[in-house]
């Protein structure tokens, strides 16, 4: 079966530096994408990857290895309004998107 | 108005009622979609419209109907559900049709909360 895991909870800290990470077992590779998902609203696209490697968009970067079947969104200079669910998503060979179940990402002061 | 809007944001309804969610995007996407989120559990996709036609249906029971008048409006009709059918229903939509690329990104809405008692 396809399945995509991630952490269900993770704590950091305010300025900080965390990394969510993602794996994945999928029929087919077709893009990884990351979702941010404040309570209570809509999910937001944050970013794309189909090539291996590390794309950056100012605090957040996202990372992907084909060959370990793995992603991780890095997200610097922590802020309170980061504190939100993290949705790592996998497009199979048949273009059907694989989600995660989602991590839920708590900020402390 | 902008992005996808949802309506009614919350819903409490008894297992005999009917009642019907709305989703309307104006983004002049192709392609439309019903997602069920229950709390620590991947997005569940149910029904996915391109260019209004329907083309997925992932074994949703029969208590809930889709219907899509135009490219701009989803419903999504309700009818005798159980109590474990409570949960956020997001509706999404793409440029792209489903299916069509790798990079086909969604834009959601805010979500329907549905109670059933």
């Known amino acids: 079966g396809q399945n995509i895991d991630q952490p269900t909870e993770m704590t950091a800290t305010e300025g900080a530096i965390v990394q969510i990470n993602c794996t994945y077992q999928t029929s087919g590779f077709n893009g990884l994408f990351w979702y941010q998902q404040h309570a209570g609203e809509a999910p937001t696209f944050l970013s794309y990857n189909v090539l291996d490697g590390l794309e950056e968009k100012g605090r957040f970067s996202s990372f992907l290895s084909r060959s370990k079947g793995y992603s991780y969104l890095l997200l610097k200079e922590l802020q309170m309004k980061d504190s939100a669910s993290y949705l790592c998503a996998v497009t199979d060979s048949n273009y059907q998107l694989i989600w995660g179940a989602g991590t839920k990402l708590i900020i402390k002061p | 108005e902008t992005g996808v809007t949802q309506t009614p944001r919350h819903l409490v309804m008894g297992m005999t009622n009917k009642k019907s969610l709305k989703c309307e995007q104006h983004?002049?996407?192709?392609?439309m979609y019903w997602y069920k989120q229950s709390a620590k559990k991947p997005l569940e996709l149910m029904f996915v419209?391109?260019?209004?036609?329907?083309?997925e249906n992932n074994s949703v029971p029969s208590r809930f109907s889709p219907e899509c008048p135009n490219s701009s409006h989803l419903f999504l009709h309700l009818h005798t559900l159980q109590p474990e059918d409570s949960a956020l229903y997001l509706c999404?939509?793409?440029?792209?049709?489903?299916?069509?690329?790798?990079?086909?990104?969604?834009?959601f809405g805010a979500g329907s909360r549905l109670t059933v008692l």
């Open positions: 983004l002049g996407h192709n392609a």
């Open positions: 999404a939509s793409s440029q792209g049709g489903e299916g069509s690329s790798g990079a086909n990104v969604l834009t």
């Open positions: 419209y391109n260019f209004k036609e329907q083309t």
